[in-house]
């Protein structure tokens, strides 16, 4: 689960090779020696969404990746959507984690009880299919939005935790250019990245105005389903995140991109990074598929059907 | 008007306490209502109510704490306070039983103090001592046994708390005082009456240590300050529980501990006391962090914060539990601070909000959903069970469990669903009075009921389902159609 040694080695390739362009003195990004020294080429270094070496469509719509040290928002397109968007938010929040230095940083979880009681309290089980080890995760409950914003702006002064979240659900009156600059200055001053999840406002990301660095609006996207037999009904497939940039700070080159245009991304749990998502038609190859049970946490990619019917007898031979 | 109050004991209403009036009427307790009121008809009587005195005694023990943490209860109208260390701090102990006397004055309760070297001295002269001839309620340390004996002699035998019984045997024996027993040989005496009276005797006289002593609950560590007027502003007591805290940390350096628990007291001029309490995650043993703790836990109290009407006029810092830390070696790569970080904030998180609110994930064996993870509080020692990691690569016989999903509901929702009778999957359901149709479904997953509990619940089946959006739910049918007659359908959790 936690990134292969050649992606650390390509990280620290890139990270070799801009300091060289830059041509300053030597200040590892997230190494402790550098305490409290604000480095500026820390905002430079991006974290990619997808593999190292086959990036994804976001992440060449962000240049890169999403910077170290910054906050990032994230907005549900629908309000059925807010679990996915606390998915994808997990997800990412696991891609930070597999660049730290140590394996075991924490990720810390900071719920109002608005959320709890509307979308549900993360379940253990599940976590390590977006890739997040459930001994390393904290989960903070808080019981208004002016709390939460007090918690998160702590943990982001701590340099410990690998991603610091937020979900938040009163954001409407209280969160403005002020309070979000307050995080962004705390997370750049330790170089923890901030994730926001604006659980309350769904489908009003466009209208939110804040200084973060960057903003996602994520709904939920058709899987890929698998035929089953008998004439019933398919069979979903792995999750499928739908994601559109809404807001992304432009690097030292300056870029555009498209607002309008939706990435379809799902997670890979063996190589712990996204990866663009095959349209509906087309099925899953046959190297996806192995002589596995039908059902495999790691992958999530169903069997044929007739794996499923000898799961199903066994599944009731086990809970009967 | 005199006043007194009775009791109901064996059935017959005796006098319980009397006030100074009363006592002057030769009245005594223990003496029937009827006969008091008989005497003396003007007499004012009132029902006793034991267990509002006992809290008023609590009361009093809880404030009396401000002149030394060691004090404890002397039931039922008394309070034994150890002040072998604190006597300095007032200018010497008799100046130390003026202020005593001066602030229970203040207070408006009449109290008879008495200060000697060992307990059941004083306990003897705060009872008896009003028949000794001067009047003696102050005995100095260092006493030598001959002049304590001659000090003590006149004491009535009742005052070596022997029961009545057999101080009503001595009396017709003739032994009415302590001095008739100090000089007498012991062996005729015990033989008749039994040893424990010569243990109580040379327990009064400093002989032994004596073996009922009252228990004192005292702290490992504390630092305190002492004011002469109250201390109102709150910037005022947050930079006074900061220097309490550099004293607190160098007794702790000292010997090489850490505190884990830290309370204070603050104990205000009108007799209230305020204590607040903080644990840690890990020994602490520097100054700024204990007094931003205790900030944050002010803060949380929100707009009347610590009610300091006219001020308090002594703080105190306590170190409930301590563990042994050693020195804080930085070590190359920092992750021994990397740890304190996260402890810290942690800590910080649950000083402001509630430590139960701060949690771990610990996973459990258990195949009902509901209880397969149990929050643990962050800040406990017991490191969570990590979830194992499960071997995909090796052909398992048992297959591994069915994804699970991501959010689960904290109860499970009823909707309304319509599906194919008797185990079909859901067609179409309502949840939130939103209408889904399910474009994929999976399942069912059986999860059975605890069997070997009385009122197992029913059987559920549960479904992975995603509707036309593309949103996923975990839905269950509660019941199968052999177990009820009308199954209903929940929402259970909600897929990323």
Not at chain 2, 56 to 70: E, K, V
Not at chain 2, 171 to 194: E, N, Q, T, W
Request: contains cysteine; glycine residues 8%; hydrophobic residues 45%.
């Amino acid at each position: 689960m936690p990134a292969g040694s050649s992606e650390r080695v390509d990280f620290l390739r890139a990270r070799i090779a801009s300091l060289e362009a830059a041509g300053g003195s030597f200040v590892p990004a997230r190494s402790w020696c550098s305490r409290g020294w604000p480095s500026a080429s820390a905002q430079d270094l991006r974290v990619s969404l997808g593999d190292a070496r086959a990036p994804c469509s976001l992440d060449q719509a962000l240049r890169g990746g999403l910077p170290w040290g910054g906050l990032h928002e994230i907005v549900a397109a629908r309000p059925g959507d807010r679990a996915a968007a606390s998915g994808f938010t997990l997800a990412v929040a696991a891609r930070f984690a597999a660049h730290q230095a140590k394996t075991s940083a924490k990720i810390i979880w900071i719920i109002e009880t608005r959320a709890l009681r509307e979308t549900g309290t993360p379940y253990g089980p599940a976590l390590s299919s977006c890739g997040v080890d459930p001994a390393h995760l904290v989960l903070v409950e808080t019981r208004d939005a002016q709390e939460s914003l007090w918690a998160m702006e702590e943990a982001l002064k701590c340099r410990s935790p690998a991603a610091v979240i937020g979900e938040i659900w009163g954001l409407a009156k209280i969160y403005d250019l002020a309070a979000s600059r307050r995080l962004v200055l705390a997370a750049r001053k330790s170089g923890t990245p901030g994730l926001l999840i604006a659980a309350g406002l769904a489908g009003a990301a466009d209208r939110l105005s804040s200084g973060a660095g960057t903003r996602f609006e994520i709904a939920t996207g058709a899987s890929p389903r698998l035929p089953s037999a008998g004439g019933r009904m398919p069979l979903p497939g792995k999750t499928v995140w739908a994601a559109r940039l809404v807001k992304a700070r432009a690097g030292p080159h300056g870029f555009g991109f498209d607002r309008g245009k939706l990435h379809r991304l799902s997670w890979d749990p063996e190589k712990a990074c996204f990866r663009d998502a095959l349209s509906l038609g087309v099925l899953s190859l046959s190297g996806d598929r192995a002589s596995r049970p039908a059902w495999s946490l790691s992958t999530g990619e169903r069997g044929a059907a007739r794996d499923f019917h000898e799961d199903q007898i066994g599944a009731e031979a086990r809970s009967a | 008007m005199p006043l007194a109050t009775f009791m109901k004991i064996k059935s017959a209403l005796r006098l319980a306490a009397l006030d100074p009036r009363a006592l002057a009427l030769a009245l005594e307790p223990g003496m029937a209502l009827a006969d008091a009121r008989a005497r003396h008809p003007a007499l004012l009587a009132i029902e006793a109510n034991p267990s509002a005195e006992a809290k008023i005694l609590t009361d009093i023990l809880a404030w009396s704490r401000r002149f030394t943490p060691l004090a404890a209860l002397d039931a039922p109208d008394g309070i034994m306070l150890d002040v072998s260390g604190a006597a300095h701090l007032f200018g010497g102990e008799e100046k130390l039983q003026a202020e005593i006397e001066a602030r229970f004055q203040a207070q408006g309760l009449t109290a008879r103090t008495a200060l000697a070297p060992t307990p059941e001295a004083a306990w003897a002269l705060a009872r008896y001592g009003h028949v000794l001839r001067p009047l003696i309620s102050f005995l100095p340390d260092g006493l030598d046994e001959r002049r304590l004996a001659r000090a003590l002699g006149p004491l009535p035998l009742a005052a070596l708390r022997l029961d009545t019984g057999l101080v009503a045997g001595l009396a017709r024996a003739g032994l009415r005082r302590v001095s008739d027993i100090i000089l007498r040989p012991r062996a005729p005496i015990a033989a008749r009456f039994g040893t424990h009276l010569f243990a109580r005797l040379d327990a009064l006289l400093g002989r032994t240590k004596s073996a009922i002593s009252p228990r004192f609950e005292a702290p490992p560590y504390l630092a305190e300050r002492r004011f002469a007027e109250g201390i109102v502003a709150r910037d005022g007591i947050e930079a006074i529980i900061l220097s309490l805290a550099q004293d607190l940390c160098t007794l702790l350096t000292r010997h090489g501990e850490g505190a884990r628990h830290l309370e204070a007291s603050f104990f205000r001029v009108d007799g209230a006391v305020k204590h607040l309490d903080v644990r840690t995650s890990r020994a602490l043993r520097d100054p700024e962090a204990m007094a931003r703790l205790f900030r944050d836990r002010i803060e949380a109290l929100g707009d009347a914060g610590l009610e300091a009407d006219y001020g308090f006029d002594v703080l105190r810092l306590s170190a409930l539990a301590v563990e042994s830390k050693g020195e804080d070696q930085a070590s190359l790569d920092d992750t021994l601070n990397s740890e304190n970080d996260l402890a810290g904030l942690i800590d910080r998180l649950g000083a402001r909000l509630g430590v139960r609110r701060v949690t771990r994930l610990s996973m459990q064996d258990r195949h009902d959903p509901d209880f397969a993870v149990v929050y643990v509080p962050a800040a406990s020692r017991a490191r969570p069970r990590k979830c194992a990691p499960r071997d995909i690569s090796s052909d398992a016989e048992i297959p591994a469990l069915p994804p699970r999903p991501l959010r689960l509901l904290l109860h499970p929702e009823l909707i309304e669903a319509i599906a194919s009778v008797p185990d079909g999957p859901p067609l179409r359901f309502r949840w939130r009075r939103v209408l889904h149709e399910i474009a994929a479904v999976e399942g069912p997953e059986r999860i059975a009921p605890d069997w070997w509990k009385e009122a197992p619940g029913f059987t559920r089946d549960y479904f992975r389902a995603e509707d036309r959006d593309g949103q996923s739910f975990w839905l269950f049918r509660e019941g199968l159609y052999r177990e009820t007659i009308e199954p209903r359908w929940f929402m259970h959790g909600l897929f990323a």
